[in-house]
């Protein structure tokens, strides 16, 4: 988990350093919506994991290995 932190980090710090100051920089606002949504989309990935999670613990699936 720490690396992929990490390497997101890494991907944003170089982001910003291509960025030319010069160029029309998104609005405030704009900026905001997108984080919104990568944030509600983020929650919903997790809440769906946890949905999996619970659902195959409660039918107790077990996976049958071919040898």
């Known amino acids: 988990?720490?690396?992929v932190a990490g390497a997101a980090v890494e991907l944003l710090r170089r982001q910003v350093e291509d960025t030319d100051?010069?160029?029309?920089?998104?609005?405030a606002?704009?900026?905001?919506?997108?984080?919104?949504?990568?944030?509600?989309?983020?929650?919903m990935l997790l809440i769906i994991a946890l949905f999996?999670?619970?659902?195959l613990q409660q039918k107790k699936i077990q996976a049958v290995h071919e040898t």
């Open 1 to 3: 988990m720490a690396s």
């Open 21 to 27: 100051p010069d160029d029309a920089a998104p609005e």
């Open 29 to 43: 606002g704009q900026k905001e919506i997108f984080s919104s949504w990568a944030l509600f989309i983020l929650i």
């Open 52 to 55: 999996t999670s619970y659902m």
